[in-house]
């Protein structure tokens, strides 16, 4: 795969950070890792902001980290158009895709739909580019037999392909940067680092039998149950809870301490940052797709909050992942993980102290589980290689040769 490749990320976003937080990592890795010219183009650009300060709102077309950032107006799902305003963008006030040149690779995320016009100069190409739909995660079994499976366009002279992350070498795997253990245990490895990171978001160094836990998720029935059992505990516990839909009466900088419990809000912090945080606490709550990855590659116990879906249809899909994380587990650990993670996605209040008795375990389990994800290669190297064979295929320009 040639580092002059040309590629376009279009992202919808739907579920407030999820979408977009997959979308610039792996936009930021193909263009730090591959060397290749990524466009991300973005409905809502106040989303990536939280994730990206850097991000200017007041721009159309802007470069970050070394990808192209481009907002995208949509005014229906499919009426789509950039603005007009700027040159080299190429596309008028109509939303007149055909002169906004295709990218060699084109990746809708999460099965957004692209602007007709764009797919029409997709065809026109002499040298079709490769169209990838990248689906959402699961850990279900019949992902693997639809992974990488062609779709063909039932009018124009174009192939989609459904590209699946997951958990195994017969998917398309998770995203993790090329060198992130090493960057990860150089950090949990320094007291120093660790100090310097609370010091940076307003907080003390640890101290000694404190247990730090960061705690991110959608509203939940469950958490003053949860609140209540930490407060009572006798372990002192500090909650750090990003600002957003689990507290919104609360906002970045505000707290409370209560028995044993001392809850912080923090602000949303770069994707870097979020990961040293997950790297520094000892038990790491997420919610949604890029999250629930991060906590994964953090080594640390974690708990997932899974979107919810209309007649529990998020269960299967919980429970497809507790079956494969939990495989090789202590037995006695993994019924309490279990249960836990089961109470936190339902209305009953989760049993800490019989999750936190097994934490021996459940560390032990997560770094091993975090080798197990580089086993099956990243999701940006997955796509990478993917898009390469397919273009060697193809004779597309700037195949590997």
């Known amino acids: 795969m040639s580092s002059g490749q040309r590629w376009d990320i279009f992202c919808a976003v739907i579920d407030n950070y999820g979408d977009i937080g997959v979308s610039w990592r792996l936009a930021r890795q193909l263009a730090a890792d591959f ?3 990524v466009r991300l183009w973005v409905d809502d650009p106040a989303s990536l902001k939280k994730l990206c300060p850097e991000l200017d709102l007041s721009r159309e077309i802007q470069a ?3 990808v192209e950032i481009h907002s995208w107006h949509m005014e229906s799902p499919s009426v789509c158009r950039p603005s007009g305003r700027h040159v080299g963008l190429k596309a008028d006030i109509h939303g007149d895709w055909m002169r906004v040149e295709p990218a060699d690779v084109v990746i809708e995320a999460f099965g957004c739909t692209l602007p007709e016009s764009y797919v029409q100069a997709m065809a026109a190409r002499a040298v079709k580019p490769v169209w990838i739909n990248l689906e959402y995660l699961s850990a279900e079994s019949w ?6 499976k062609p779709s063909p366009h039932p009018r124009l002279p174009l192939t989609k392909y459904f590209f699946f992350p997951g958990f195994t070498r017969a998917t398309g795997g998770v995203i993790g940067e090329h060198g992130l253990r090493a960057q990860r245990q150089a950090f949990q490895s320094s007291p120093e680092a660790i100090d310097a990171f609370w010091s940076s978001i307003g907080l003390p160094p640890g101290q000694p039998g404190e247990i730090r836990v960061s705690l991110f998720g959608y509203e939940n029935a469950a958490l003053a149950g949860l609140l209540d059992v930490w407060a009572a505990g006798e372990t ?3 909650c750090l809870v990003p600002e957003g839909r689990l507290m919104p009466d609360l906002h970045a900088g505000q707290g409370f301490q209560r028995g044993s419990l001392n809850l912080h809000i923090i602000p ?5 940052d979020y990961d040293r945080l997950l790297w520094a606490c000892d038990c790491n709550f997420v919610r949604g797709e890029d999250s629930f990855v991060r906590a ?3 080594a640390k116990p974690f ?3 899974i979107y919810p879906q209309a007649e529990a249809a998020h ?3 919980l429970d497809a992942f507790l079956d494969r994380y939990l495989a090789g587990m202590d037995q006695a650990a993994a019924e309490a993980m279990r249960a836990f993670w089961l109470s936190w996605n339902g209305v009953e209040n989760p049993n800490w102290p019989d999750l936190w008795r097994h934490r021996v375990a459940l560390e032990r389990h997560a770094q091993d589980w975090a080798l197990h994800l580089e086993e099956s290669g990243d999701l940006a190297s997955n796509l990478v290689d993917f898009c390469g064979q397919l273009h060697l295929k193809h004779g597309a320009p700037g195949a590997a040769p």
Not at 143 to 148: K, S, T
Not at 268 to 272: A, G
């Open 35 to 37: 060397g290749l010219q």
């Open 64 to 66: 970050v980290s070394g």
């Open 143 to 148: 992902v693997e037999g639809c992974h990488a």
């Open 236 to 238: 002192a516990i500090t």
């Open 268 to 272: 949303f912090v770069p994707q870097p």
């Open 296 to 298: 994964q590659w953090a």
């Open 303 to 305: 708990v997932w909050h």
């Open 315 to 317: 269960q299967v899909k």
